[in-house]
C-alpha cells in the first residue's frame, strides 16, 4: 500500500504563489506516475498535472505557463509549484500516486481570493 502526506495549501491573493508538497511511503516501488488532481465546489474533480517516474510531465490547458510540476525520485515526492493564481483556481487538491492502483492524499483546500 501507499500513504501519501500533502502540505502547502492555504489563502493566497490572485497573483499570488503557493507550493503544494506530497510525499509517498510504503510500496513506493510500484509507484510510476504523480500528479495532482483538483476539485472545486459543484465540479467533478480534473486533472491538473502529472509527471512520470522519467520526467514526462502533462498539463491541464487551464494551469499550463502558470503551474509547474516536479518530482524529486529520491525523496519519493512530488511538488506542484503554483503561480499567478486566479480564483478559478480554488479548489481542494488531491495528491495522486500509482500505476496499476490509484493512491489519493487527504486533500489541500487552496483559496485564491482578494
Known amino acids: 500500500q501507499v500513504r501519501l502526506v500533502e502540505s502547502g495549501g492555504g489563502l493566497v491573493q490572485p497573483g499570488g504563489s503557493l507550493r503544494l508538497s506530497c510525499a509517498a511511503s510504503g510500496s513506493i516501488l510500484s509507484i510510476n506516475t504523480m500528479g495532482w488532481y483538483r476539485q472545486a465546489p459543484g465540479k467533478q474533480r480534473e486533472l491538473v498535472a502529472l509527471?512520470?517516474?522519467?520526467?514526462?510531465?502533462n498539463y491541464a490547458d487551464s494551469v499550463k505557463g502558470r503551474f509547474t510540476i516536479s518530482r524529486d525520485n529520491a525523496k519519493n515526492t512530488v511538488y506542484l509549484q503554483m503561480t499567478s493564481l486566479k480564483p478559478e483556481d480554488t479548489a481542494v487538491y488531491y495528491c495522486?500516486?500509482?500505476?496499476?492502483?490509484?493512491?489519493w492524499g487527504q486533500g489541500t483546500q487552496v483559496t485564491v481570493s482578494s
Open positions: 509527471v512520470t517516474s522519467g520526467g514526462s510531465t
Open positions: 495522486y500516486a500509482g500505476n496499476g492502483f490509484a493512491y
